[in-house]
């Protein structure tokens, strides 16, 4: 495999075709001896997706990957991770619901789970996809690569499974962006009074899709938010006023939700988005 230019972290945007279903694709990278990555955080949003790497091991959470590549679930908590000495690492992220379209499975199965492809038989598109990893000269060649491959798992699976369409659900797909407009600070009840759903319906949809609950899924999207809140606004409102903003009782209520969730206290992302910047400002100077 080429050696891509080091930019440590770059994102890619999909073409139309799957645009609907994939979010991203993302290529990281570190030398030995640069800025460690052991601190770095997988924020969860409701979606899922695959990790290929081709250098020395990662740690995913607690899950150890070689060279190779590895499926993420939809996660409830922020996972670590961990570079173990050279890291380079590629990824395709679907949008939370798309993941089940190309696993073919209720993606309750593998929530809050890292697993290798031969768990949900999707070893030979990941052998397609990391070998076109290895045989392309840059990021963008591997991306019209894979697209070709993903879509054609698309058409396969859709011939096995005729519950799958190669979209979202509209009445899912409406029920997220209903959350996400609104931050997750909205009663889910108002959201089955928009679809005319009875919760267990509601939930039904989503666990299916998403591997999540709407209010599980409506709380990632509130604590992205505050976590929005605590980059942009980091010198013009206090922890508390982002609390409130977010939709907290209180400072304690903030502290214990954002915690549980991110894996650290607001004050403490807020003191790593600090120290990020200083570092990388004495970088450029």
């Not at 054609?152 to 005729?162: A, E, G, R």
């Not at 009445?171 to 959350?179: D, K, Q």
């Not at 899924?217 to 206090?238: E, I, M, P, V």
């Amino acid at each position: 495999m080429t050696t891509f230019n080091r930019s440590h972290f770059q994102r890619f945007a999909p073409t139309s075709q799957l645009a609907n279903l994939v979010q991203c694709y993302w290529h990281v990278t570190y030398g030995e001896g640069q800025l460690a990555i052991a601190d770095e955080y997988m924020h969860p949003e409701g979606g899922s997706g695959i990790i290929f790497n081709c250098a020395d091991p990662i740690k995913i959470g607690n899950f150890l990957l070689k060279q190779g590549c590895t499926i993420v679930g939809p996660n409830r908590k922020s996972v670590h991770f961990t570079g173990l000495g050279r890291v380079e690492a590629f990824g395709i992220r679907f949008h939370p619901g798309a993941g089940h379209q190309f696993f073919g499975l209720p993606l309750t199965e593998i929530e809050n789970t890292t697993i290798v492809p031969d768990d949900i038989s999707l070893t030979r598109l990941c052998d397609h996809l990391m070998n076109e990893l290895m045989m392309s000269a840059s990021v963008e060649q591997w991306i019209t690569a894979i697209e070709y491959h993903l879509f054609s798992h698309l058409l396969t699976i859709q011939k096995q499974n005729k519950s799958l369409s190669g979209k979202l659900d509209n009445r899912l797909a409406f029920a997220i962006n209903w959350i996400d407009v609104n931050n997750g600070l909205k009663p889910i009840s108002a959201l089955n009074d928009e679809l005319c759903l009875g919760q267990r319906q509601l939930d039904r949809l989503f666990k299916q899709h998403m591997g999540l609950a709407p209010k599980q899924y409506s709380r990632l999207r509130q604590n992205h938010y505050a976590r929005y809140l605590l980059k942009t606004q980091l010198f013009d409102l206090s922890l508390t006023d982002i609390g409130y903003l977010a939709g907290f009782y209180d400072q304690a209520h903030f502290n214990h939700q954002f915690r549980e969730v991110i894996g650290i206290t607001p004050g403490q992302y807020r003191d790593k988005i600090i120290a990020k910047s200083r570092l990388y400002a004495t970088r450029a100077c």
